[in-house]
């Protein structure tokens, strides 16, 4: 059974949503082209898109990828997609399965010498031989829940504000702030805000090479 066989289990499919990033349709809309081209940044194989009816808008919700990972590859591709912020889900569809992972959400161990990011493991792992078990609970990953929105009402826990990059970075601006300035340096308060600021700028210069 090959992805697209596989992915219509769960209603994705290109006269709803889904668009291949290797060959999308002409007629798909300026917005969505935009994402496709994004997407491929992150390799990606299909694109899941929420229609939208104001100015022919479509936001993307998922990422689909039609390969077998590697640990360093998953935990790479993972961290590129919760920096950016681009969608919160992927589905990894195999030969054998289907795995879908939480990209709003990263976890983290304290490493000896920094602080190191480790992969969370799927939220939901289907079979590709499955029972009626397995049918009901497709139903709770399906497209259609993506087309209404009522996904992220039934899961609200996976865009949580508090795990995003963007919230770890304030709260660790915030931390090293108040570290600096517990040193007593002969520096203003808006000095070092500036500094740290600067620093990350930096940060993602570097990374944008």
Not at 133 to 153: I, P
């Amino acid at each position: 059974m090959n992805a697209g066989n596989l992915l219509s289990k769960f209603g994705f499919d290109e006269s709803r949503g889904l668009v291949w990033v290797s060959k999308p349709n002409q007629d798909i809309s300026d917005s969505e082209r935009l994402a496709i081209e994004e997407a491929k940044r992150f390799k990606a194989d299909a694109v899941y898109f929420r229609k939208g009816d104001a100015h022919n808008t479509s936001i993307p919700q998922v990422y689909i990828y039609e390969k077998e990972f590697s640990d360093d590859e998953l935990l790479e591709t993972h961290k590129n997609l919760w920096s950016s912020g681009v969608v919160p889900l992927i589905y990894v569809i195999t030969r054998t399965e289907a795995k879908i992972f939480n990209c709003s959400k990263f976890a983290t161990a304290k490493g000896k010498r920094q602080v190191e990011l480790t992969q969370q493991p799927p939220i939901k792992i289907f079979s590709l031989i499955g029972d009626i078990q397995h049918e009901v609970e497709r139903e709770k990953f399906s497209a259609k829940l993506f087309d209404n929105g009522t996904f992220w009402e039934e899961h609200p826990e996976i865009l949580k504000v508090s795990e995003s990059p963007y919230q770890r970075l304030l709260d660790g601006l915030l931390n090293a702030k108040k570290d600096l300035e517990s040193k007593k340096l002969p520096l203003a308060s808006s000095t070092i805000s500036k500094l740290l600021i600067m620093g990350v700028l930096i940060k993602y210069l570097e990374e944008k090479e």
